[in-house]
């Protein structure tokens, strides 16, 4: 089946670091990667739609400056928290669109646990 | 804009018991309708799925029904074991095109817990 790589699965560093995290669809194509955020016991909340060789088109009061999204290719997006914070600590989710639309559902990565110091 | 409500939880069911988590939705269209499962500190497996008015999607014992007179899409189970405690959540999603294309709206998720 359809396999999307997130990672790191975990991280924790200092306060002003940069922190970059790498979804990867390991056996299909997306031209489309979604971000979500989710706090302890909440639901996703979608923060971006990652367009391969496209600008990323953001969700309503997520900083577009403070979580930079690079879609490169068919198979790699990236979201890099800049400047992190400790109220950036969260668990951020990738997920993958397959080319064959939306009665496809989408894949998900594992998640990434980021904590900041 | 579409939403998806879900039973408010924690549920807490012993082995063997019989499950039903409610989900109601509201939406333009006729959307695709999913269920995810979230094991702890993991992302979301596809649970089960249904694209059209009463599909019924089905996995790992697990069933719903796509209802479009009640815009509901209700999971069941007829035994639940131990193993099925996580969190469960609802979802559609828009098969027209426009800026909501392929986007999945969430419930807030229900937390099921089953004890032996």
């Known amino acids: 089946g359809a396999v999307v790589s997130q990672h790191p699965s975990w991280v924790i560093c200092k306060s002003g670091t940069s922190v970059k995290i790498e979804c990867r669809s390991l056996?299909?194509?997306?031209?489309?990667m979604f971000w979500y955020r989710q706090f302890p016991k909440q639901s996703l909340m979608l923060m971006a739609t990652?367009?391969?060789?496209?600008?990323?088109?953001?969700e309503q009061g997520v900083e577009k400056d403070k979580f930079l999204i690079n879609h490169a290719s068919l198979t790699l997006s990236t979201l890099t928290v800049t400047s992190a914070h400790p109220e950036d600590s969260s668990f951020y989710i990738c997920?993958?669109?397959?080319?064959?639309?939306?009665?496809?559902?989408?894949?998900f990565g594992d998640g990434t646990r980021l904590s900041i110091l | 804009g579409d939403s998806v409500t879900q039973m408010e939880g924690p549920v807490t069911l012993s082995e063997e018991a019989f499950l039903t988590i409610n989900c109601t939705y509201t939406?333009?269209?006729?959307?695709?309708l999913f269920w995810y499962v979230q094991y702890p500190g993991e992302g979301l497996q596809l649970l089960l799925k249904?694209?059209?008015?009463?599909d019924k999607g089905s996995n790992k014992g697990f069933e719903a029904t796509y209802r479009k007179e009640t815009t509901s899409f209700h999971l069941e189970k007829g035994s639940v074991q131990v193993s099925d405690s996580a969190v469960y959540f609802c979802?559609?999603?828009?098969?027209?095109?426009?800026?909501?294309?392929?986007?999945?709206?969430f419930g807030q998720g229900t937390i099921l817990t089953v004890h032996p």
């Open positions: 997920s993958a669109r397959d080319l064959r639309g939306p009665q496809v559902p989408q894949h």
């Open positions: 056996d299909f194509q997306a031209t489309t």
């Open positions: 990652s367009n391969e060789g496209s600008k990323a088109t953001y």
């Open positions: 939406a333009t269209g006729y959307p695709s």
């Open positions: 249904a694209t059209k008015a009463d």
């Open positions: 979802a559609l999603s828009r098969n027209a095109g426009g800026t909501s294309y392929g986007k999945l709206t």
